[in-house]
Structure formats: C-alpha cells, structure tokens
C-alpha cells in the first residue's frame, strides 16, 4: 500500500524525485569540494608559491591540477573567500610570522610587503587591515 502511493506521488509530483535527488548530490558536491579545498591547502603549507606578487587563481589551478572553476567553487564554499582574498590570507600569515621573528628589525614595512608576496606596500596595508582588524605597525605594536 506505501509503495503504491509512493509511486502515485511521484507520479503526480515529479519534481519531489529530483529534490530528493539533488539533497544526495549536493552533499556529494561539498564533500569534493572540502577534499579539493584540503589538496589546495595542502599545497599552499608545503610550496609557497603565493609568495609571488603574480600569483593568481591559475597558478593555483596548474600547480595542484584541480580545474579553474573547481578552485573557485572549493575556496569560496569552504572559505567563504574569494581566491584573491584566500592568496592574500596567506600572505598575511606569511607577513605575520614575519613580523613576530623580528623581521622588521632589519628591514622595512616595504620590504615587509614585497617579501610577503604583495606588489606594494598600499595593497598590503589594505589587505593587512581587512584581514587583521589592525594595521601592521599596530600589529607590531601589540606583540
């Protein structure tokens, strides 16, 4: 008797089928993309290309194999970044250990920038800020 009213509601409300189909594939879908997320990750901790100013999406799709769509779709569902914002998170990480070893002892905030993989000092302050909450002389300051 349930299958039969099963199938007579399918019947009548296709559309039920796919949405029970595409609750199954979507889990499936986030599940690749965490995996394709960890893989870019996993590059980033070991080869850190970002460090050069040219880094761009591409390279990150060239370097670990995953397709340019696919690195978008990774980093933006399991970020909430965009990739550009994700490569400078890195370099903000980067800048920041940096600066706890003393760095800018020796060197300046430019140097600091460039080092880190920015092309100027005032994308690095932009960035430094909207990632931080804190410039990096005020970063400097609190450690």
């Known amino acids: 008797m349930f299958g039969i009213s099963a199938i007579l509601i399918l019947f009548i409300k296709p559309e039920l089928l796919k949405s ?28 850190k290309g970002y460090l050069n100013h040219n880094y761009t999406q591409a390279n990150i799709s060239i370097d670990t194999g995953i397709s340019y769509e696919l690195v978008r779709k990774s980093i933006k569902s399991c970020s909430n970044m965009t990739v550009p914002l994700f490569i400078n998170s890195y370099r903000i990480k980067y800048a920041c250990q940096l600066i706890e070893q003393d760095y800018l002892q020796s060197y300046s905030m430019e140097a600091l920038a460039e080092m880190a993989g920015f092309g100027s000092q005032v994308s690095f302050n932009r960035v430094f800020k909207k990632l931080k909450n804190s410039t990096p002389s005020e970063y400097l300051k609190a450690i």
């Not at 029970?20 to 080869?47: C, D, P």
């Open 20 to 47: 029970v189909a595409s609750i199954k594939n979507t889990t499936k879908i986030e599940e690749s993309l965490e995996a394709l997320y960890q893989k870019i990750e996993a590059f980033f901790f070991e080869n």
